[in-house]
């Protein structure tokens, strides 16, 4: 399958039903976003409902075939699954980023951070780009197998400009293409790829 | 721009602003005319530093001021720069006009070299004083002017005194402390390929230079792009006579609030080592002690310390966050500034100094951060209803809500479309499931952690959220779950509390936190200066 009609593909099953509009996340261009959606409606995997964009049940097995295929297709699966490992690890780096930036201890309680301590902050933006940093190699290392990952390098460096210019909702809101959003996904895209559990 | 001052004493800056003396030397300058006891020094305001960023070098004529001024800094203590006969050490400190909290560069210690050092052991009788002082100021001109990361200079030093068969410098024989420091210095002089700076007067020029470059540093940069702080503000210099907190075992040095910073209480809060320099409070090798036991330990440093706090409370009308350094037995401070407090602090100051007579209700109202309130306004359940739990999960987001439960994100969405609060409850959260939290009052999980993707989402949506509540047994065929003996089907009420983790059978009474009783009156003054306070549905 075309990388391009995958990733369409895979984003539905990520999120079920979408707005058509966020699918311009993905970075594909209108045109050819429309008829990978035709394409993919014809063949009922997807079928739109009033704004949204569903993913049927017929929709999701062939997800799930895709990225069967893709990995046992590839002779570097062992790598690959080798960075699933590793991202692993990174998963609890960011988590805990993402926990301290929400939540702080005052006074032996936790709270939600107001965000009047820039200090408090600016140490856990820190910690972000040292895990941002990490993340994209790991992410060029996995594109160069898969080359649809290269997506998320993009998508991941516009959520981190829009945090160092001071939007800080570039953190963890859902509503946005936060640096939590992005994540999340990418995570999930991993555990349907590696067939690993996720780890709480 | 030319006929402004290069060079200010704290004396000559009086009435200059905060834009040109920065918020360091702002402070400085305020606590000299108040009388305070202010270790003399002198101020290289902001728009020098601006000319220095634009022509790329420093003011021919800057050193020569600032060797002008400095001999009067000395004059005042009996002490002279860059002589071996009572020298006079300075350290040198960024102050930008907004705070920029650890992100532009400070040397202390500085004027030292082969020669003055053993001028100060003479004069301190207290050789191991002398040698640690000019230790830590070659180690931070290294790190900061010449570039040498720390953690190659904690090395270098490490594997020296292990050289020495010693783990800290009091350990060492006068002679032996010659040697290491001698190892140290040449071993600085390989990795920068030339000789270290025993000039003081280079000293000097080399330290103010890179306080100015520290400015653009990455970090400083990051810090301002983030927080909206224009490039051109720049940085002033602090040039300030040093005193010691390592002088002995009646010296130390501190850090403290005026009043509490997280919960607003009026009382000192902050710590202290004795026998130490700042930078050792900041580096964690030892534990300081609460300010309370400097009230036993030094009771006239103490309430020294609590009249200067009120002082400066009247002064600038707000909570203060002071260092100061006592030097055998003397009380010095060195910085003051508006001290960052939680916003639980922010309501309980404002509202106290109103009371105080100090600021006025509509000052108050401007002090607190309306939009941040409601964190503070969150409902909790009300503890006086003595409910009963039926079982507990983590306090993954704080907040209280009682709804119907369900356990799709489509029904989420269609009863919270109809107006009816539900509490959505899933095994763990997905990304599909985020429109499902959007439309619920809360989440209740029975997987995942305080990190887990619910949490995360929770507390980005502000919603409650208790997750990870293991006893909870979810059947989503039936859509129902267990706890223990008791059977919650979907549309029946459940309470859950974000705040600990609490999960009630039915509608249990909320109630506001009684964390801020001044919060009640903010709010009055908010109404009656007709001020929106985001989140406020009551």
């Known amino acids: 399958m075309d990388h391009s009609v995958f990733l369409v593909l895979n984003y539905l099953d990520i999120f079920k039903s979408v707005e058509a509009d966020s699918l311009k996340v993905l970075g594909l261009s209108g045109t050819e976003l429309q008829a990978i959606l035709e394409d993919l409606s014809e063949r009922g995997l997807v079928k739109k409902s009033g704004e949204l964009i569903e993913i049927s049940e017929l929709g999701e097995h062939e997800a799930e075939r895709c990225r069967r295929e893709l990995l046992e297709n590839s002779h570097r699966k062992d790598e690959f699954l080798k960075y699933c490992v590793a991202f692993e690890e990174m998963n609890k780096r960011f988590k805990d980023l993402v926990t301290r930036w929400q939540l702080k201890e005052v006074e032996g309680e936790l709270v939600p951070n107001d965000h009047l301590d820039p200090e408090y902050d600016m140490a856990i933006l820190e910690g972000l780009s040292e895990v941002h940093e990490e993340t994209v190699k790991l992410l060029g290392k996995m594109s160069e197998i898969f080359p649809f990952f290269k997506g998320y390098i993009q998508r991941f460096e516009n959520a981190l400009s829009r945090l160092m210019n001071g939007d800080l909702g570039y953190m963890a809101d859902s509503d946005k293409q936060s640096y939590h959003t992005v994540w999340f996904e990418l995570h999930e895209t991993l555990l349907k790829m590696s067939g690993m559990k996720r780890v709480e | ?538």
């Not at chain 2, 992100?103 to 003055?116: A, F, K, S, V």
């Not at chain 2, 997750?467 to 989503?476: P, R, V, W």
């Open chain 2, 1 to 538: 721009m030319s006929d402004k001052p290069l060079v200010l004493l704290f004396e000559e800056a009086n009435g200059l602003s905060k834009m040109d003396l920065g918020g360091k030397g702002y402070g400085l300058v305020e606590m000299a005319k108040l009388g305070l006891p202010v270790p003399p020094g002198l101020i290289i305001p902001t728009y020098v530093c601006r000319r220095y960023h634009f022509e790329g070098s420093l003011p021919g004529e800057l050193l020569t001021m600032l060797l002008q001024k400095l001999d009067v800094v000395g004059r005042k203590l009996g002490r002279k720069f860059a002589s071996s006969e009572k020298p006079l050490l300075v350290s040198v400190r960024s102050g930008a006009p907004v705070s920029m909290p650890g992100m532009m560069d400070t040397i202390l210690n500085l004027g030292i070299n082969n020669d003055i050092v053993d001028a100060l052991a003479r004069e301190s009788g207290n050789e191991l004083f002398a040698y640690s002082i000019y230790l830590r100021f070659i180690k931070g001109f290294s790190e900061i002017v010449l570039k040498i990361p720390d953690r190659e200079l904690d090395k270098i030093l490490k594997d020296l005194l292990s050289e020495f068969k010693a783990t800290s410098l009091a350990e060492l024989s006068s002679k032996d402390l010659r040697n290491l420091l001698r190892g140290f210095l040449s071993a600085v002089e390989e990795k920068v390929g030339k000789p270290f700076p025993m000039d003081p007067v280079e000293q000097l020029k080399m330290a103010v230079e890179a306080v100015f470059r520290s400015w653009n540093n990455p970090r400083a940069k990051t810090y301002r792009r983030i927080y909206k702080i224009p490039d051109d503000l720049c940085t002033a210099v602090v040039v300030q006579a040093m005193v010691f907190g390592n002088l002995g075992p009646k010296s130390g040095t501190g850090v403290c609030f005026t009043r509490n910073p997280s919960t607003g209480e009026k009382t000192l809060y902050g710590e202290y080592l004795m026998n130490a320099q700042g930078e050792d409070i900041v580096a964690g090798e030892r534990t300081p002690k609460p300010i309370e036991e400097l009230r036993k330990e030094l009771p006239e440093i103490y309430d020294q310390l609590t009249k200067v706090a009120e002082v400066l409370e009247r002064h600038f009308k707000d909570m203060q966050d002071i260092e100061f350094t006592i030097q055998d037995g003397k009380l010095y401070i060195l910085q003051t500034r508006s001290g960052k407090r939680t916003i639980r602090a922010a309501v309980k100051i404002a509202v106290d100094m109103v009371k105080e007579g100090l600021i006025t209700e509509e000052e108050a109202l401007e002090r607190v951060e309306l939009d941040k309130l409601t964190h503070l306004l969150k409902p909790r359940v009300d503890p006086k209803a003595q409910a009963k739990p039926i079982t507990k999960g983590l306090n993954a987001s704080p907040g209280a809500a009682t709804g119907k439960v369900v356990f799709t994100i489509n029904d989420a969405v269609k009863y919270a479309r109809k107006g009816e609060s539900v509490i959505l409850v899933r095994p763990e959260t997905k990304p599909e499931d985020v429109k499902g939290i959007a439309a619920a009052a809360g989440v209740l999980t029975s997987k995942g952690g305080m990190t887990s993707h619910a949490a995360v989402v929770a507390r980005g949506l502000g919603k409650p959220a208790v997750t990870g509540a293991e006893e909870i047994q979810i059947d989503l065929d039936h859509e129902l779950f267990r706890v223990k003996d008791v059977v919650v089907k979907k549309l029946d009420v459940i309470t859950i509390d974000g705040t600990t983790g609490n999960v009630y059978l039915g509608r249990v009474p909320l109630a506001r936190p009684e964390l801020v009783p001044e919060l009640e009156e903010l709010l009055e003054w908010a109404k009656k200066y007709g001020k929106k306070v985001p989140g406020l549905l009551t």
